[in-house]
């Protein structure tokens, strides 16, 4: 289950951070921030959780074996994440900035807060991407779509 907190906190974090553009109350603002750091710290956990997954694949300590496109969407899905693990860090550093600074006046505070948004937006798509592989390693049967993605990945890689 905490492979599902990130992702599901971040699309939570956007209700009161979007819910601000239109009332512009400070305290909305601030739940939001404080919504989105305690989501974003869900995301080391989770990775943490997915590299001992990932270890006891290769090691044969998961009974279950994968077939060769299961591993390779593993590697594909473990790749994902880690961009993501990186990627929080800056947005976490924009959130934790802004709530130092929050009782500080300063005319670049809001513009702060528009790039927390819009890289929220992404670190959404981001982790909605790195669950949508996730749950193509272990169910061939939605893997119709995703032999494409593979394939890109693998020649990117060479």
């Known amino acids: 289950m ?4 990130p992702i599901i906190g ?10 601000w553009l ?22 080391p956990l989770a990775t943490s959780s997915g590299e001992s997954t ?9 009974s279950a074996p994968l077939d060769d496109a299961g591993m390779q969407i593993l590697e594909l899905h473990s790749e994902v ?3 993501a693990e990186a990627f929080w860090f800056v947005i976490f550093a924009l ?13 670049w505070k809001n513009r702060l807060f ?27 049967e939605f893997r119709a779509t995703i032999s494409s993605e593979v394939g890109v990945a693998n020649i990117a890689k060479e």
Do not use: C
């Open 54 to 62: 990932e270890q006891a694949f290769f090691d044969g300590t998961i």
């Open 95 to 107: 959130i934790a900035l802004q709530l130092f600074l929050w009782k500080k006046n300063y005319a």
């Open 81 to 83: 994440a880690e961009y």
């Open 2 to 5: 905490i492979v599902h907190l």
């Open 114 to 140: 528009w790039i927390t948004l819009v890289a929220n937006f992404f670190l959404i798509g981001w982790l909605g991407y790195v669950g949508y592989l996730g749950g193509q390693i272990r169910h061939p």
């Open 10 to 19: 971040t699309v939570l974090a956007m209700i009161p951070l979007l819910w």
């Open 22 to 43: 239109y009332k512009k109350d400070a305290s909305i603002k601030w739940i939001g921030l404080v919504l989105l750091a305690v989501s974003l710290v869900w995301i």
